[in-house]
């Protein structure tokens, strides 16, 4: 076998068809029905790319940015033909934490293999998150057989970003190929589309092939780069430090992170951790490959006192190798008093959309746990993939959901939202309540007072939180999030059109196996779908996740923090009698709920901004909704129950659209103000 290169090869800027991870990744591959079989190693590829290093490296090239190691094995895959002509692309992730060490070097080739048989190919390098093409190049011509390609390029890693890089080839109907995998540590290594896939892409990394024990599966492809930049020879990141809570009195675990950017593999990694005036030793024993990563743990000697204490971990040596440059992070433990704790408030987000058809156990199971623990649990339905889906809880999608229906308590446990961590018992989730209310729980939350301007569409909260234990971080580990939930959300007052966004699918519907559960069994003589009032709709989060500086990282035990924000009241709100304001406190260590507190937006001090009558404008109802006329100023206009259904600027005469309906007109003009009642 012989090295081989693209004769005829045309750098291109535009017109890229690539079809990127952005679009949409399927983490369980639905075509391993096209595999026919997995053959052995290819010892001359292997030989090949291990040939390409320089001399003084004996493992990882330093200048090669690939999630690919270098010493891996190459293995065949054999493939059924296409019945019907296609396009096939492959492609690999080098994500951000691997382009952050190649910014500024050029790409001056890629090196990859290609699968056999293909005609035509074209290579790019895109945007894995937006799409974006970076660089592309076409060829012509037919390639039979395996061969380790240099493909000229000019691109210049000019940011931190997830990159796709992958090629597409073009094959006739009938024609069976080949192609290589190597073993790898990362994920989205592998990506498959086909011609036939439209928009979907299939990440075959974990494709479940028998007998493969190389972990993730990858595609052999290395983006050759020159520059400063690149992979140094030892270089290990810690990548956490675990933030325990304990019993006061009682020791905690030590749990650490390392990941591997080195090039050279890691056999040994010596530590100290130091939590106050205590320092302690350690190795950890074990190989990390390039890449990879490998959790480690000890034992922390008891703490007698109620605190949050620091603990960081620092690594010392690699392979035996003293580090010249600090290598720290920092984790926590935090030792509660259980004679002080407080009763955790119980939070369920729980993962639902009108079209998933198992959903309404979710709502059953939210509803019954909202009449057996009205003082103790607060529920917030995030949809998702729905009318009623707010991009503001996108990052609790992503960071917690796993699946449909689904749900996490306080954040610290996923559990199903109906039957809980049972294998299918009747309100099993009943049995998860009490465990997660009586867990220690270092601080008490309250939200001190709240205020609703309507006027200004602004909503105005003071939150408290008082903790049992003593803090002295240098970073703040709590923070306070705000949400606003509303029950009664349906689409009865909206034309059939819209109306049927707002249906409920059921697949419990003519469903005899849940005839004897007594809480499901009245959705089985209900039909395929069902119109519904949805209650705890998140409608609106301030920073789900946390809001960063609300709270400050040092305070005693007894002291009380609080935090007053400001935010706009939101648009889509139906009726705000029927809304919630929920104050979250967030633990930015652990990522849980620590505690939270509910009020009801209807019991919400009303506030107005001081005004003056507005005398110049003009409200008249005409066919479909008001004309507003006024100069400079903004019409907001609210239903009978408060909730603000329009917001326009007026300069001169506005028309306002409205459905049928009782309606408040407020036209504003600085502190001057114009209000008319009016009926359609």
Not at 272 to 295: E, H, P, Q, V, W
Request: glycine fraction near 8%.
């Amino acid at each position: 076998m012989r090295l081989k290169k693209l004769l005829v090869l045309s750098a291109l800027l535009c017109g890229v068809s690539a079809v990127s991870v952005a679009q949409n990744v399927a983490s369980n591959p639905l075509r391993t029905a096209d595999l026919k079989a997995v053959t052995g190693e290819l010892p001359e590829l292997r030989k090949m790319v291990r040939d390409m290093r320089t001399p003084s490296n004996k493992v990882q090239e330093p200048k090669w940015m690939t999630t690919v190691p270098m010493d891996s094995a190459f293995y065949t895959l054999n493939w059924n033909a296409f019945a019907q002509d296609t396009y096939l692309e492959y492609s690999t992730v080098i994500p951000a934490d691997v382009v952050s060490r190649f910014v500024g070097n050029k790409v001056k080739e890629i090196q990859l293999i290609l699968p056999t048989k293909g005609n035509d190919p074209s290579f790019w390098i895109i945007d894995a998150n937006t799409g974006e093409q970076l660089w592309m190049a076409n060829a012509t011509g037919t390639y039979q057989d395996f061969a380790l390609l240099s493909i000229p390029c000019d691109w210049t890693v000019d940011k931190v970003r997830d990159l796709q890089v992958g090629y597409t080839l073009f094959y006739k109907a009938g024609v069976q190929y080949s192609s290589v995998i190597v073993p790898c540590a990362r994920d989205l290594t592998w990506l498959y589309n086909d011609s036939s896939l439209g928009q979907a892409v299939y990440n075959y990394s974990s494709m479940p092939l028998k007998g493969w024990k190389g972990g993730y599966i990858a595609l052999p492809i290395y983006c050759v780069t020159e520059g400063e930049g690149g992979f140094l020879e030892n270089d290990i990141q810690i990548l956490g430090v675990s933030h325990s809570k304990v019993e006061m009195g009682s020791g905690a675990n030590l749990n650490f992170t390392l990941s591997n950017y080195g090039c050279t593999p890691v056999k040994d990694v010596a530590y100290n951790y130091t939590m106050g005036d205590k320092i302690a030793s350690g190795t950890t024993g074990g190989s990390i490959r390039f890449l990879g990563s490998a959790s480690f743990s000890g034992k922390i000697d008891a703490i007698e006192t109620a605190q949050r204490i620091p603990l960081n971990v620092e690594i010392t040596s690699i392979n035996g190798e003293s580090l010249t440059e600090e290598n720290v992070a920092e984790g926590s433990i935090t030792a509660i008093d259980p004679d002080k704790t407080v009763d955790r408030m119980v939070v369920m987000e729980e993962y639902t959309g009108a079209w998933c058809g198992w959903c309404p156990r979710g709502m059953v199971g939210m509803e019954k746990l909202v009449e057996e623990y009205p003082d103790n649990f607060i529920p917030i339905a995030v949809h998702a993939n729905d009318i009623m889906q707010e991009a503001a809880f996108n990052d609790l999608l992503a960071s917690y959901s796993g699946g449909f229906p689904g749900s996490v308590l306080n954040r610290m446990k996923q559990v199903d939202p109906y039957y809980g961590s049972t294998n299918g018992t009747p309100f099993g989730i009943d049995n998860n309540i009490l465990p997660m209310m009586y867990t220690l729980t270092e601080a008490a939350v309250d939200i001190e007072g709240a205020e609703i301007d309507r006027e200004a569409g602004k909503v105005k909260v003071t939150a408290s939180a008082t903790f049992s234990i003593d803090c002295n971080l240098k970073d703040a580990p709590y923070c306070f999030s705000y949400v606003i939930t509303e029950d009664g959300v349906n689409g009865k007052d909206l034309p059939a059109s819209q109306r049927k966004d707002y249906l409920q699918s059921n697949y419990f519907s003519t469903n005899s196996q849940y005839t004897s559960d007594p809480y499901l069994k009245h959705l089985t003589s209900m039909g395929s779908y069902i119109e519904v009032d949805f209650d705890h709709v998140a409608r609106h989060a301030e920073d789900i996740l946390g809001i960063a500086g609300s709270l400050s990282g040092k305070f005693n035990a007894g002291d009380k923090l609080s935090h007053t924000y400001e935010f706009a009241l939101p648009t889509n709100i139906k009726d705000l009698s029927k809304c919630n304001l929920i104050a979250l406190l967030v633990d930015k260590g652990t990522g849980e709920i620590v505690n939270a507190k509910q009020i009801a937006l209807k019991d919400v001090t009303a506030v107005e901004s001081a005004t003056a009558p507005l005398a110049s404008a003009e409200v008249k109802v005409v066919a479909g909704g008001v004309q507003v006329s006024a100069d400079d100023a903004t019409v907001n206009v609210y239903t009978a129950a408060g909730a603000l259904v329009a917001q326009q600027a007026v300069q001169g005469k506005t028309f306002v659209a409205l459905n049928a309906g009782n309606y408040v007109v407020r036209v504003v003009k600085g502190n001057d103000v114009f209000v008319k009642k009016v009926s359609l």
